[in-house]
């Protein structure tokens, strides 16, 4: 079965340190990555995505993700976390099923981020 | 425009008790899809729809029914309801643009069941 791993569950910073989450697939055709975030008591939004062209795909917030295609792997980044960062994370996959892309996603990252 | 909502927001419930979930979204968009939240477990899809009048089987369907009787409404029952079922369960809608390849999911504020 196809899958979306994500190897940090939870991870704690103090604010202005460096970020990155990580994030594999299992799926060997082209594929279309997202990452979602949950802020505490909110929904899921769009944080980024990639569906081709420049595998550096820059967010809101100043997050990005780079998509390594060799090592399945769309991780993201953010190079200085604020205390308004604390929130979990998403990694997410549209993979082909039956005629249509279904959405499969990773277990999510929990981020603390101490001010 | 409300984007994705759901009724109602909490709801505690007896094991063996039914009732439905509602999920409207009000962007025109193709396919929805019910997903449930557990702690490390992440998202889990249970059933979806990719247009009005269909419907299939997510990752996790067993104790659940879905219905598309109008493409802007997908309702999630549960016949009879177990401590199981204990979760927050999140709605989503997303566009068909190619083929949905390429689609960002519009989640709603989900909804907290209890089952006792």
């Known amino acids: 079965a196809q899958s979306v791993s994500q190897h940090n569950h939870h991870v704690i910073l103090s604010e202005a340190a460096s970020l990155e989450l990580g994030c594999n697939y299992s799926?060997?055709?082209?594929?279309?990555l997202f990452w979602y975030v949950q802020y505490p008591g909110q929904h899921l939004q769009l944080l980024l995505k990639y569906f081709s062209g420049d595998p550096l795909v820059k967010g809101i917030k100043g997050f990005e993700a780079e998509f390594i295609k060799s090592k399945f792997s769309f991780n993201l980044r953010k190079p200085s976390v604020q205390w308004s960062d604390t929130a979990e994370y998403f990694c997410?996959?549209?993979?082909?099923?039956?005629?249509?892309?279904?959405?499969?996603f990773g277990r999510g990252t929990s981020l603390i981020v101490h001010p | 425009n409300a984007g994705v909502t759901q009724t109602p927001k909490f709801r505690v419930l007896k094991t063996g008790q039914s009732m439905t979930l509602l999920c409207a979204q009000d962007m025109n968009h193709e396919y929805m899809y019910w997903y449930r939240q557990d702690p490390g477990m992440g998202l889990r899809l249970i059933h979806y729809?990719?247009?009005?009048?269909?419907?299939a089987k997510g990752e996790v369907p067993d104790g659940y029914n879905v219905s598309r009787l109008k493409k802007q409404n997908f309702l999630l029952g549960l016949e009879s309801a177990a401590p199981s079922q204990t979760s927050v369960y999140f709605c989503?809608?997303?566009?068909?643009?190619?083929?949905?390849?390429?689609?960002?999911?519009?989640f709603g504020p989900g909804t907290r069941l209890t089952v006792l």
């Open positions: 799926y060997g055709g082209t594929v279309n």
């Open positions: 729809s990719v247009g009005e009048g269909t419907t």
């Open positions: 997410a996959v549209n993979i082909p099923s039956g005629g249509s892309y279904i959405p499969t």
């Open positions: 989503a809608s997303s566009p068909s643009g190619l083929a949905g390849r390429t689609d960002t999911q519009y």
